[in-house]
């Protein structure tokens, strides 16, 4: 499931009359959010917010929007009312139960009252609802809370956050019973209009283009106070911030939040995570990085067949970071590229401590020759730091990783001493600081201990841990497409009818996507179709930030990819001096860059390592990319033409010689397998013999 793309926060209103023309407090405010953006509305009456909300609805679904919208009142009740009411624990059937009887004009006039009226009139034990205006107060619905109602006074997540009121109290400052009657309806009346495309948290899975959720603002109070804008109403304050927080969550630590809490209750959104949600609230909104121009693989013009380190110079300069930065968990975080230079919070090690296990001692006090010390009682142990000083001329029992007491500067190894119960003995002269770790001696409070643009490897995270930090701003990691193309192909495994062949790429690509730590989004085989094409190419640049095709790619008569992309993609058409490896195809679909490799799988290999594999690092913030080189003596013999750099097939032997595929014919995907890299000859004519120095590129150093 993916994430989702707009979020918006509604504060209701119970008004029976529309609210004034002038925005005031205590009606309906909107805020809507996506991307950098967010707009706040005012609306007067609920019939107005409630085709405000459809039409924003409807027109997020028909771009492939997924909307995630809050409203500030109970989506259910205590346990057992919704069985009493309509016979099942379901509270989508009080729901509906209560839009029967709820009348909510335009003008905001409605029946609520009687309504609360009727239900309570139901019950032996006095009904549930109360509250009103005076005069208003009957038996059956009075103006306090009555004694022993028949449903219990509070829902279960009202039991944590004691702030929240109850759902019966129908009326005055705070109550919020009387919105939870009519907004339910006006839920109701979204979930009809929309079926399955809008699912309730967390009564329903949460996977539909729009959900809805509960949720209480005054989780954020301070925050609230602390971001409100001056003048600024604080119902307007309240739904920015919260849709602020709702759109700088990250996608998974949102879905884990809509998914949690009381499925027959409902559940305030995010409660237990505050610190999360304010958090969310104070980022900045994520810099959303302006798509890149239309033009910017454009070559100049008279450019032929260009040189690789002229084409990668290009590529490179053409190019900028697109993803965005999430804060993450450090235990989430190996892979992730780092966003913000990380400083260390905390030295490392934060105190001075002791290298071995041992005896301490200040050094002034012993000279050279034997030293018998008398030991102070007790010890220090790592996390169990000895408490007091240790006088001068006294030593004391301290273990690996113990704080240094006060008194002490200098550890003698308890292999190099004879112990009594009350003395220690041993031989000077010893040096001063010996069998000690200085605080801060690796890293020092503040130090930058991971540039922005890092990628994060197991070892880095024991860093960040010991320096104090528990999460980190990485960027989401690129989402790749991969498509192949050609009427030819077919699924790996298929039967295969003449004239067929197996798409060999896609499995390659996807696989060495995901290894570079990207989420790879699959459009599959699409035949040599260009409207076909097309609309997979469509598809795919609403949801991703890159797209890898395979086949397709020179000026051949199917060649569709070629001619889309010129017609509707800005191609272009990239001749570069390479063997193996056809025209590489660059271009823009809707600003997404599209690397249009070569069909052949050997061509398709080497210019996805070449050419994407710097281009995707480079887009996914942590920097163009070099492979790595190693000089090696050549195993074998090559005459090699000037005008073209060749990348043929090779491998290390036992000695590291450097021996390349028996064929280079581009066909042969075995070689591809064979190989453990590949050999780098460059522009210039070449005669290789034997034990010549070459350049060997491994693929590991490719990360493949
Ligand atoms: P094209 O670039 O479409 O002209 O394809 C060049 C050669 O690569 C042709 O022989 C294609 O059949 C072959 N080819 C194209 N795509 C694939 C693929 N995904 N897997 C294996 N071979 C392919
Ligand atoms: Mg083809």
Same mark, same amino acid.
């Given at each position: 499931m993916t994430g989702f793309d707009t979020f918006v926060a509604v504060d209701y209103s119970a008004r029976s009359v529309p609210s004034p023309a002038k925005p005031s407090p205590d009606s309906i405010w909107i805020a809507v959010t996506r991307g950098a953006k967010i707009d706040v509305t005012y609306h007067r009456t609920r019939s107005a917010? =409630?085709?405000?909300?459809?039409?924003?609805?409807?027109?997020?679904?028909?771009?492939?929007?997924?909307?995630?919208?809050?409203?500030?009142?109970?989506?259910?009740?205590?346990?057992?009312?919704?069985?009493?009411?309509?016979?099942?624990?379901?509270?989508?059937?009080?729901?509906?139960?209560?839009?029967?009887?709820?009348?909510?004009?335009?003008?905001?006039?409605?029946?609520?009252?009687?309504?609360?009226?009727?239900?309570? =009139?139901?019950?032996?034990?006095?009904?549930?609802?109360?509250?009103?205006?005076?005069?208003?107060?009957?038996?059956?619905?009075?103006?306090?809370?009555?004694?022993?109602?028949?449903?219990?006074?509070?829902?279960?997540?009202?039991?944590?956050?004691?702030?929240?009121?109850?759902?019966?109290?129908?009326?005055?400052?705070?109550?919020?019973?009387?919105?939870?009657?009519?907004?339910?309806?006006?839920?109701?009346?979204?979930?009809?209009?929309?079926?399955?495309?809008?699912?309730?948290?967390?009564?329903?899975?949460?996977?539909?283009?729009?959900?809805?959720?509960?949720?209480y603002p005054s989780l954020l109070a301070e925050e609230v106070e602390a971001l409100r804008l001056p003048d600024e109403i604080l119902d307007a304050t309240q739904v920015r911030v919260v849709a602020t927080a709702l759109s700088n969550l990250a996608p998974d630590r949102l879905n884990a939040m809509l998914a949690e809490g009381n499925k027959n209750e409902g559940w305030i959104f995010g409660f237990g995570h505050v610190g999360e949600l304010i958090r969310a609230a104070q980022s900045k909104p994520p810099l959303a990085p302006p798509r890149l121009q239309d033009n910017c693989f454009a070559l100049p013009p008279g450019v032929d067949w260009t040189p690789v380190p002229q084409a990668l110079a290009r590529l490179k300069a053409a190019l900028r970071p697109v993803t965005v930065p999430e804060a993450l968990n450090i235990s989430q975080a190996a892979g992730r590229v780092i966003a913000l230079d990380v400083h260390a919070k905390r030295s490392n090690p934060p105190t001075a401590n002791s290298a071995v296990d041992g005896f301490g001692f200040a050094h002034?006090?012993?000279?050279?020759?034997? =030293?018998?010390?008398?030991?102070?009682?007790?010890?220090?142990?790592?996390? =169990?730091?000895?408490?007091?000083?240790?006088?001068?001329?006294?030593?004391?029992?301290?273990?690996?990783?113990?704080?240094?007491?006060?008194?002490?500067?200098?550890?003698?190894?308890?292999?190099?001493?004879?112990?009594?119960?009350?003395?220690?003995?041993?031989?000077?002269?010893?040096?001063?600081?010996?069998?000690?770790?200085?605080?801060?001696?690796?890293?020092?409070?503040?130090?930058?201990?991971?540039?922005?643009?890092?990628?994060?490897?197991?070892?880095?995270?024991?860093?960040?841990?010991a320096t104090g930090i528990g999460e980190v701003d990485v960027f989401r990691p690129l989402r790749v497409a991969v498509l192949s193309t050609g009427d030819e192909l077919l699924e790996a495994g298929a039967t295969a009818a003449a004239g067929q062949i197996y798409d060999a790429n896609r499995p390659m690509l996807a696989a060495m996507l995901a290894g570079w730590g990207y989420d790879v989004v699959d459009l599959g085989r699409q035949p040599d179709d260009p409207e076909i094409i097309r609309s997979a190419l469509n598809r795919a640049a609403q949801d991703v930030d890159a797209i890898l095709t395979s086949g397709g790619a020179s000026a051949g008569d199917e060649d569709h990819i070629s001619r889309l992309l010129r017609d509707h993609g800005s191609l272009s058409s990239w001749r570069i001096a390479l063997k193996p490896g056809r025209p590489l195809a660059l271009a823009q679909w809707h600003g997404v860059p599209v690397f249009g490799l070569p069909g052949n799988p050997v061509a398709a290999l080497t210019c996805a390592l070449l050419f994407a594999r710097p281009a995707l690092s480079l887009l996914a913030g942590a920097g163009w990319k070099e492979p790595l080189r190693m000089t090696v003596p050549a195993g074998f013999t090559k005459s090699k033409k000037h005008g073209r750099?060749?990348?043929?097939?090779?491998?290390?032997?036992?000695?590291?010689?450097?021996?390349?595929?028996?064929?280079?014919?581009?066909?042969?995907?075995?070689?591809?397998?064979w190989a453990e890299g590949l050999v780098e000859l460059p522009f210039e004519a070449q005669d290789i013999t034997e034990g010549d120095p070459v350049t060997f590129l491994p693929y590991q150093g490719f990360g493949v």
């Amino acid at each position: 499931m993916t994430g989702f793309d707009t979020f918006v926060a509604v504060d209701y209103s119970a008004r029976s009359v529309p609210s004034p023309a002038k925005p005031s407090p205590d009606s309906i405010w909107i805020a809507v959010t996506r991307g950098a953006k967010i707009d706040v509305t005012y609306h007067r009456t609920r019939s107005a917010a =409630q085709c405000a909300l459809i039409d924003l609805f409807e027109s997020e679904i028909r771009k492939d929007r997924r909307v995630l919208t809050g409203f500030d009142f109970p989506f259910g009740y205590p346990k057992g009312f919704a069985q009493a009411m309509t016979g099942s624990h379901d509270p989508l059937a009080l729901w509906k139960v209560l839009s029967e009887r709820i009348e909510d004009h335009d003008d905001n006039a409605n029946n609520r009252f009687d309504v609360a009226e009727e239900i309570n =009139q139901r019950f032996d034990a006095p009904g549930p609802f109360w509250g009103c205006p005076s005069g208003r107060s009957t038996t059956d619905l009075e103006g306090t809370k009555p004694r022993s109602p028949a449903f219990a006074d509070r829902r279960e997540i009202e039991e944590y956050v004691l702030r929240a009121q109850t759902c019966w109290k129908l009326f005055t400052t705070g109550s919020v019973g009387s919105q939870a009657l009519l907004g339910i309806p006006r839920l109701h009346a979204l979930r009809e209009h929309f079926g399955s495309d809008l699912a309730v948290a967390p009564f329903e899975t949460p996977d539909a283009a729009i959900v809805l959720t509960e949720i209480y603002p005054s989780l954020l109070a301070e925050e609230v106070e602390a971001l409100r804008l001056p003048d600024e109403i604080l119902d307007a304050t309240q739904v920015r911030v919260v849709a602020t927080a709702l759109s700088n969550l990250a996608p998974d630590r949102l879905n884990a939040m809509l998914a949690e809490g009381n499925k027959n209750e409902g559940w305030i959104f995010g409660f237990g995570h505050v610190g999360e949600l304010i958090r969310a609230a104070q980022s900045k909104p994520p810099l959303a990085p302006p798509r890149l121009q239309d033009n910017c693989f454009a070559l100049p013009p008279g450019v032929d067949w260009t040189p690789v380190p002229q084409a990668l110079a290009r590529l490179k300069a053409a190019l900028r970071p697109v993803t965005v930065p999430e804060a993450l968990n450090i235990s989430q975080a190996a892979g992730r590229v780092i966003a913000l230079d990380v400083h260390a919070k905390r030295s490392n090690p934060p105190t001075a401590n002791s290298a071995v296990d041992g005896f301490g001692f200040a050094h002034a006090s012993i000279t050279s020759g034997p =030293q018998t010390l008398p030991l102070v009682e007790g010890r220090s142990a790592a996390g =169990q730091p000895f408490v007091g000083r240790v006088p001068a001329g006294h030593a004391i029992r301290i273990l690996t990783g113990a704080a240094i007491p006060v008194g002490v500067d200098t550890v003698v190894l308890e292999e190099d001493c004879a112990v009594a119960p009350d003395a220690v003995a041993f031989h000077g002269a010893v040096k001063p600081g010996a069998n000690t770790r200085k605080a801060g001696e690796d890293v020092v409070e503040g130090d930058v201990i991971f540039p922005a643009g890092h990628c994060l490897r197991p070892p880095d995270l024991a860093l960040l841990a010991a320096t104090g930090i528990g999460e980190v701003d990485v960027f989401r990691p690129l989402r790749v497409a991969v498509l192949s193309t050609g009427d030819e192909l077919l699924e790996a495994g298929a039967t295969a009818a003449a004239g067929q062949i197996y798409d060999a790429n896609r499995p390659m690509l996807a696989a060495m996507l995901a290894g570079w730590g990207y989420d790879v989004v699959d459009l599959g085989r699409q035949p040599d179709d260009p409207e076909i094409i097309r609309s997979a190419l469509n598809r795919a640049a609403q949801d991703v930030d890159a797209i890898l095709t395979s086949g397709g790619a020179s000026a051949g008569d199917e060649d569709h990819i070629s001619r889309l992309l010129r017609d509707h993609g800005s191609l272009s058409s990239w001749r570069i001096a390479l063997k193996p490896g056809r025209p590489l195809a660059l271009a823009q679909w809707h600003g997404v860059p599209v690397f249009g490799l070569p069909g052949n799988p050997v061509a398709a290999l080497t210019c996805a390592l070449l050419f994407a594999r710097p281009a995707l690092s480079l887009l996914a913030g942590a920097g163009w990319k070099e492979p790595l080189r190693m000089t090696v003596p050549a195993g074998f013999t090559k005459s090699k033409k000037h005008g073209r750099a060749e990348y043929p097939r090779a491998r290390l032997t036992d000695d590291g010689r450097a021996e390349l595929f028996k064929s280079e014919g581009s066909g042969r995907i075995s070689g591809l397998t064979w190989a453990e890299g590949l050999v780098e000859l460059p522009f210039e004519a070449q005669d290789i013999t034997e034990g010549d120095p070459v350049t060997f590129l491994p693929y590991q150093g490719f990360g493949v």
